[in-house]
T-cell receptor
Framework: GQQLNQSPQSMFIQEGEDVSMNCTSS?????WLWYKQDPGEGPVLLIA?????ELTSNGRLTAQFGITRKDSFLNISASIPSDVGIYFC?????????????FGKGTLLTVNP | DADVTQTPRNRITKTGKRIMLECSQT?????MYWYRQDPGLGLRLIYY???????NKGEISDGYSVSRQAQAKFSLSLESAIPNQTALYFC???????????FGPGTRLTVL
């Protein structure tokens, strides 16, 4: 099946630093989504991307849909302690059953105050 | 009130027991999903349903069954629980024609 390679697996940063994480795929995706999971909670959607090359921001978060449609990255600027959590990328392609989101394995972010 | 609720939030059970996890939603979405999350493995799809009469297996359906009792309710059953089914289980909903899935708060299941 499809796989998403998400990196890094974990990050330990100081408050105020910028963060970058990315996902790559062997297949083309039509949609990229980025979710955040707070400790003890379910994932919550941060940003959705629908077009190759699209760059979208949500506050201190910026995400881009790669030109090749096989990758996406998420940047967090000026990190704060509440940014702690697991960040997941998810992609959807148009082949076959278009319901299915394929999730990356997540990036665990720790922010030291 | 939460749009997607899961009960119970935590459950400890013994090997061989039958367990049911419940999911309810007030979002009016037609599509519902069950995932399990294991450390380092991300979210893996167990079953999904596009409407009340539609049930489909995901990538790891063995040992699980589901029931879509109504549009708003989707339950997951472990017929005979085993220790490697210890995990965090998430229900998600989606409005057909859109991409975003909305997740419940999760059920932490421990099988001893």
């Amino acid at each position: 099946g499809q796989q998403l390679n998400q990196s890094p697996q974990s990050m330990f940063i100081q408050e105020g630093e910028d963060v970058s994480m990315n996902c790559t795929s062997s297949s083309i995706f039509n949609t990229w989504l980025w979710y955040k999971q707070d400790p003890g909670e379910g994932p919550v959607l941060l940003i959705a991307l629908y077009k190759a090359g699209e760059l979208t921001s949500n506050g201190r978060l910026t995400a881009q849909f790669g030109i090749t449609r096989k990758d996406s990255f998420l940047n967090i600027s000026a990190s704060i302690p509440s940014d702690v959590g697991i960040y997941f990328c998810a992609g959807r392609n148009s082949g076959g059953s278009n319901y299915k989101l394929t999730f990356g394995k997540g990036t665990l972010l720790t922010v030291n105050p | 009130d939460a749009d997607v609720t899961q009960t119970p939030r935590n459950r400890i059970t013994k090997t061989g027991k039958r367990i049911m996890l419940e999911c309810s939603q007030t979002k009016g979405h037609d599509r519902m999903y069950w995932y399990r999350q294991d450390p380092g493995l991300g979210l893996r799809l167990i079953y999904y349903s596009f409407d009340v009469k539609d049930i489909n297996k995901g990538e790891i359906s063995d040992g699980y069954s589901v029931s879509r009792q109504a549009q708003a309710k989707f339950s997951l059953s472990l017929e005979s629980a085993i220790p490697n089914q210890t995990a965090l289980y998430f229900c998600a909903t989606q409005l057909g024609g859109t991409d975003t899935q909305y997740f419940g708060p999760g059920t932490r299941l421990t099988v001893l």
